[in-house]
């Protein structure tokens, strides 16, 4: 962490400018000796938070400026006044693909050595300029996909999220501290609540945490995207339903059944919930080896879907292969949607699907589009009601920080159980301190190594 670090920040490719970013104790040092300002004056002269024009060249052995390589600006931020509470500078030149690289090797040369993925933001949240979920958010907002993941990505890079995280900490701190000062003068009147009173608070502080963890229903469906799949018996239609809903021809259709023997994955934006959608094998048997292993890869996408989307087909009656996957999805507890297709022929009574096995039981028609946007709204309704007010709210949007903070109520809840036993409130701390530990997790205040690789080696290069 304390080397100085370079890569290209824009996308590969050709391009109207590059940026290469360099940060790091020695990074004006680095870049001055391939950066010579059109001024004149040495770029550790130039103070913080300027940009100057002048030529990138390559460094030579004796400390002077070798061949000019481009001409470009250099911005100049200086510590702690940077995205990395470092010295930065970020260089901008012609984004030719292989200028820009000589640019970069050139500032290798000069000191500095190559970054690695999501570095720098590592750096921003080592020096404290952002909590984890601040920075968890900054890949958000470069993999978002709606403009409602724009909006939740944009809320938690503001900080609402951890705020929210930080009072909770700030109460179980409070709650914590007044715990202990009656462990250790059992027989002053020092403490500021009564063991009556710790546990009103602690109810309202476990009804405001389970308040926030219920917030990662819809902050998951916008942000990560529900696992879909979409299921049924072999040529019912639900490739050229997937189709459909990616508005392209993606999967082979014909009137074969079985076409499909492998399972298809696309992530596709309905309304401003994001589904990564599963398109799957008909579900038969068959003595096709090939053929039963699609079914198998079927069956394991079917055990972990979050979603599943059943496909009928509308101008038949429930087949025997029908009643066999009833029997399955009798077993899954994800929310299930059946789609009876071939709305556009003459359908025939559906009734005898098993009852409350379907949140919703929609007619379309994958051949003319008929239903589609009904279906789309009933699937957006499952996990998105109303306007999401993100200026104000909190909102969970990844598994890391619901497990975390679902840990942090556990450790409330085994507090309150305590008390309520008749346990002094010094035990019950034991169980707060418990809590407080899960919230540092959850917004990296003491966090385990393996996480936070996790977390930055999703970044790209650059950022």
Known sequence: M???????????????????????????HVVGRVFRPASGAPLSEIEGGRIVYGNICAPAADGTFGKIIDDGMAAILRAPRSYTGEDTV??????????????????IAAGARPAEAGEFTRRAFVAGKLSLTEAEAVINLIDARSEEALKLARSHTAGRLTAKLCEFYESLRTLISTAYVYADYPDEDLTDLSADEMVSALETLRGE?????????????VSEGIAAVIVGRPNTGKSSILN????????????????????????????????????????RDSDDPIEQIGVERSLAALSSAELILTVFDGAEALTAEDRELLKRLSACSAPKIALVNKSDLQAVDLLDLPEGLFGAVCPVSAKTGEGMDALRQVIESLYVSG???????????????KGALDRA????????????????PDVAGLDLEEAMAALSEADGRAVSADIVDAIFHRFCVGK
């Open 209 to 221: 945490m389970q308040a926030l963890s219920d917030t990662y229903y819809v902050g998951h469906a």
């Open 409 to 424: 109520i556990a450790g409330v809840e085994a507090a309150l159980g305590a008390l309520r036993s008749g346990f002094t």
């Open 244 to 283: 459909r809903l990616l508005c392209k021809d993606r999967a082979i259709v014909s009137s074969i059944a079985g076409t499909t023997r492998d399972t298809i994955e696309e992530t596709v934006q309905v309304g401003r919930v994001t589904l990564r959608l599963t398109d799957t094998a008909g579900l």
């Open 90 to 107: 970020e260089i901008s030149c012609h984004g030719g693909i292989l200028l820009t690289e000589q640019v970069l090797s050139a500032v």
């Open 2 to 28: 304390t080397d100085t670090i370079a890569a290209i920040s824009t996308p590969y490719g050709k391009g109207g400018i590059a940026v290469i970013r360099v940060s790091g104790d020695e990074a004006i």
């Open 387 to 401: 306007e999401i007010d993100y200026d104000s709210t909190a909102i969970l949007a990844n598994a890391r920080q």
